[in-house]
């Protein structure tokens, strides 16, 4: 093997040569839910959708190319493929996770997991004493998010997968602010990625979707198990929408990331702009680590305005700017965290992380910079 493609050409590639009767260049919509069987005993390899369909295994295919895995899992939906990875776990079991992390995440481990024994320890995971510390004789898994949402800190992805080593734990990183165009946190020594594909995968604000990648066929094997009998699969529409915005994944995060830094720049010279949090600005905090372990730093910005009224005025102002929650597709889309991602959060928790009445987080889409400028002037006026 003469290595890897790069990754912007891969994801060009999901279902390219998959229909080899006709030769369609995109995967067919597999729209079945049952396959004839050839004879007694026999199988296509597909019987059932719920255990294998052909459109969703391009995607689970492609993404696991991407992410440089040996196995790719689709489900209806971001939460559902963390579902899934939390049954890994068992009644006892210990998990460290990032504390600013999504409020859905946060909401499931707090209100559904816990119920059924397992424990959970939130730190920053941009400081490694702090995961350190939070470590216990029953901690069996790490959750972290690559860039935290909506602070975007850094975790240092390489050292904490020794730190999981060395523990016994498994090193989940749910990676769905940079996607495997930016990061790949398996080749960094992470055992399992977890995508909101909803967000930059998909591309569009179109589709709900979840992927979930194993770096080692054995936990593959597990995953998969899980994946079959909990059954909330990703279906074949959904799936060819995924491969579909999978395929430019490239030529948007670069547009995207590049309109990111134009705005962040433009926030901070803002005089109603208290502070801005975006990797890509030389004075944040996780600025040089993620330049070694990743291709870029995304396109969400967060940041704090100087009243709490010009948080109202803001959503409320801006024309092209959709006020919406999601993220990661073309269109820009403001949110207001405390009020609506971050909901579910204790406010003591929001208070100590930053989440306030004045933070304001931005997905920055592919629209021109210097319209999104305009937008954002024309609303702080
Ligand atoms: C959106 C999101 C999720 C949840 O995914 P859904 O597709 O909405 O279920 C999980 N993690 C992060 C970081 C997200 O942004």
Redesign the pocket.
Known sequence: MGGYMKISTQAVQIGLDWDTRTGAVTVPIYQTATFRHPGLGQSTGYDYSRSGNPTRQALEDGIARLDRGCRGFAYA??????TNLLLLFQRGDHLVVTED??G??YRLFEQVFQQYGLEFTYVDTSDMAAVKGAFKANTRGLFV?SLT?PLLKVADIRALAILCKERGALCIV?N??LTPYLLRPLELGADIT?Y????YLAGHNDT???LVVAKAPQLAEKIYFLQNSVGAVLGPQDSWLVIRGMKTLAIRMDRQEANAGRIAAWLQRHPLVAKVHYPGLSDHPGHALLQSEAAGFGAMIAFEVKEPAQVEQLLMKTQLISFAE???GVETLITFPEAQTHADIKPEIRKRLGINNVLLRLSVGIEDADDLIADLEQAFE
Do not use: P
């Open positions: 939906s971001g939460m559902a493929a963390i992390l999504y859905g995440t998010e949402n749910d769905t602010f977890v909101s594909a909803s967000k709900v979707a979840g999601s993220l990661g």
